[in-house]
């Protein structure tokens, strides 16, 4: 049994002065007053937090906005906008399109992330386990209790597996993460969505609960034959031992940026209502299958429409300018063809109270 | 005491005036209104939270009813909600914590007290103090990476296989080693609890008249007789208040419970199995709980912890009252 803290404590440092730095950064705002832009409010997704304040510190300097970004959790960021009291929601899970009428509201994509299986299995070095969404929703189920079961040997043939129990390891916190995750679970296989179904939060047949990613990502590091799911980006960061996934197409794909953008390129969101489109089990040969975006809701109509202008000049921005640093934090921006359709999307229904287009 | 003596004197009674004496009258008045408010607030304040509570709670529980504290079930998907694995979880990983936390809290007082050398006895009393200030964020990051693995790496295969086969024993002690799970946040919660257990008992065993203790010893009593027959029987009220505070503690305790307990929302027979206890249950779901009702559960289990504690806390309180009654006789 060996002790993560060598790998785990660096990066929660890091994160800890991320968010320092963030905090020292973002309230002091009166040079607002440079461009004429009011500081922009939003509330929700904790996934989307290091990319927004990121975002936000670069945008400061550039336009003199600020940003004010409460990682409250996707819930709280949909209540919060539904209720007005912010700019801008953000939530890992997209409403319907009946909800987004009744509450008058938009939504578009903002960013890209993906889910990892991850390991800790002595001898499996990572990306060497290949699974498939059957034999993923076996093993969490319950279903599959030994890292030796057929199913697992079959996708394996050359892997030399443990005659081990499964330790699952889950979150035990309601986040986006678990949705992508009982999402993808929920449209593979049947039994799944009988058993359990697709939420941020759901009833788990079995395992342990650990608070956050960074819970999941320890847990998993210190319990041996143990299974977990963690945000790319705590993946690839904590160099943990990943499993490459079989996809819808039936091709064996490895997590990364090139394999969620794939994804987000094939989905049709054109053709999805809202552009409520959940980018899980996603056609294509190259498609990372639990991938998922952070959606963004805006008000068609806002009480304070300065206020969402100068929001979705910030959109506009991350947009144009934003990639390179959301890369570099291991999202992924999206594609120029969904950027091209928010921004029709913004054009057509987005209007102040004289009814004037608030993009152009 | 000086300073006091000399402030007072150079005030002769003579000197008194009518508007001086009318300025006196005033400040009593308004120093007795605005702290008799100050009191009222406390009082507004809980009401404000107790009305807060049932209000919150109410659409659960009129939709589950009684059922709410006997059902297992929680299911967030289909909105089933039932507090039994919560209270489950808080009052076990509470009787492990206690179990553990009583006997070395009493040792430690008994040791302070009666044994100690002066000098070991500051630092002792010390360090206990700093034990109860470490903020249980720090006991939750410690129970996760320290803790936990070398419980599942030496202490529970041990238990595992020591009782594997034995009656009843078997099944509590049943497993895989996880490292973490009840038994886990259980000991914790046992060495969060011993500062406030220890310094309570300390301070009531050192209320003992030491005329009591020194007849005893002058009748020939061993140190364990004089504990065990004159301070603890003297004590007694105290020592239970004192266990009490710890209790009511160890049930509220949140952020070190999340991080080690495994947050399952099942019953399993094994203490080593991951369990959830009320607190740690609201604080993982209440940020992402988005639909009325899983949210209302949540308070209602709120409900129930305040309650639980509330019921601990009177008694610890009317064991003081007895015991300061005891004293003063």
């Known amino acids: 049994m060996r002790f993560p803290r060598a790998a785990l404590l660096p990066s929660l440092i890091a994160s800890l ?62 209540k919060q906008i539904k209720s007005k009291t912010v700019t801008f929601g953000a939530s890992d899970k997209p409403l319907s399109v009946e909800e ?13 992330g993906g889910v990892i299986p991850v390991v800790n299995l002595e001898g499996v070095t990572p990306g060497q386990l290949v699974l498939d969404g059957k034999t993923l929703a076996a093993i969490f189920v319950g279903n ?16 030399k597996l443990p005659s081990a129990d499964i330790a699952i390891v889950h979150r035990s916190d309601g986040s986006g993460t678990t949705f992508l995750f009982t999402d993808y679970l929920s449209k593979v296989d049947d039994n799944w969505k009988a058993k359990v179904g697709a939420n941020s939060a759901v009833e788990w047949p079995a395992g342990i609960g650990a608070k956050g990613n960074e819970g999941v990502a320890g847990v998993v590091k210190q319990t041996a034959a143990s299974i977990g799911y963690v945000e790319y980006a705590y993946a690839k960061q904590n160099a943990m031992s990943h499993v490459r996934m079989s996809n819808k197409a039936g091709k064996i794909v490895e997590p990364g940026i090139a394999s969620f953008q794939a994804a987000a390129a094939n989905a049709d969101w054109a053709a999805a209502p809202g552009m409520n489109l959940v980018l899980t089990n996603a056609e294509g040969d190259a498609s990372w299958p639990i991938t998922g975006a952070v959606f963004v809701f805006f008000h068609k109509q806002p009480e304070k429409p300065e206020n969402l202008a100068s929001a979705i000049k910030f959109f506009d921005w991350a947009y144009a300018k934003g990639s390179a640093e959301a890369i570099a934090l291991d999202y992924v921006p999206m594609p120029e063809a969904v950027t091209t359709l928010v921004r029709q999307l913004w054009k057509d229904s987005l209007k102040d109270s004289a009814g004037q287009p608030l993009y152009r | 005491m000086n300073q006091v003596a000399s402030v007072a004197t150079p005030a002769p009674a003579n000197s ?54 006997t059902t297992e079930k929680w299911n967030p998907v289909s909105e089933e909600f ?55 964020i720090i006991y939750g990051i410690w129970g996760l990476f320290v803790l ?29 080693p996880y490292g973490i799970g009840i038994f886990t946040a259980g000991i914790i919660l046992s060495i969060m ?137």
């Open chain 2, 148 to 176: 936990a693995p070398f419980l599942q790496a030496h202490v529970q295969p041990l238990m595992i296989e020591a009782f594997a086969g034995v009656p009843l024993l078997g099944g509590l002690f049943a497993g895989p």
């Open chain 1, 17 to 78: 002065l991320t968010i320092a730095a963030c905090s020292k950064s973002a309230p002091t705002a009166p040079a607002a007053v440079a461009s004429g832009d009011k500081d922009i409010s939003g509330a929700g997704s904790t996934f989307f937090y290091p990319i927004a304040s990121k975002w936000a510190d670069t945008y400061k300097k550039e336009t003199g906005t600020g940003l004010n970004y409460q990682s409250i959790g996707s819930g709280g960021g949909i």
């Open chain 1, 100 to 112: 987004l009428n009744e509450a008058g509201l938009i939504q578009f994509p903002a960013i890209i």
């Open chain 2, 193 to 329: 609890v011993l500062p406030y257990i220890t310094s309570v008992t300390r301070d009531v065993f050192e209320t003992v008249p030491p005329t009591l203790k020194e007849s005893a010893y002058a009748l020939g009593c061993t140190t364990w007789e004089v504990v065990r027959k004159i301070v603890l029987p003297f004590t007694s009220t105290g020592v239970i208040g004192g266990i009490m505070l710890g209790l009511g503690r160890a049930l509220g305790e949140t952020m070190a419970v999340t991080f080690v307990i495994g947050n399952a929302h099942k019953i399993a027979g094994s203490i080593l199995a991951p369990g959830t206890t009320i607190s740690a249950s609201i604080a993982n779901e209440f940020t992402e709980a988005e639909t009325a009702l899983y949210t209302s559960s949540l308070i209602s289990l709120g409900l129930l912890l305040f309650l639980i504690t509330f019921t601990v806390l009177a008694i610890a309180r009317l064991m003081l009252l007895r015991l300061q009654r005891q004293a003063g006789k």
């Open chain 1, 144 to 159: 599959i209790k030994k890292w030796d079961d057929a199913a697992i040997k079959a996708l394996n043939p050359d892997v």
């Open chain 2, 82 to 136: 039932g507090a039994l694995a919560p209270i489950y979880g808080t009052l076990l990983t509470s009787l492990i914590a206690m179990l553990i936390g009583i006997p070395i809290s009493i040792g430690i007082a008994i040791f302070l007290t009666e044994l100690c050398p002066p000098r070991l006895k500051r630092a002792i009393s010390t360090a206990i103090e700093l034990l109860a200030g470490i903020p249980s």
């Open chain 2, 16 to 69: 008194i005036t009518a508007s001086a004496l009318r300025r006196h009258t005033l400040w009593d008045a308004v120093l007795k209104h605005g702290t008799r408010s100050a009191a009222i607030t406390v009082l507004l304040l809980l009401g404000g939270v107790i009305a807060t509570l049932v209000q919150g709670s109410w659409l659960s529980l009129s939709t589950f009813g009684p059922g709410f504290l």
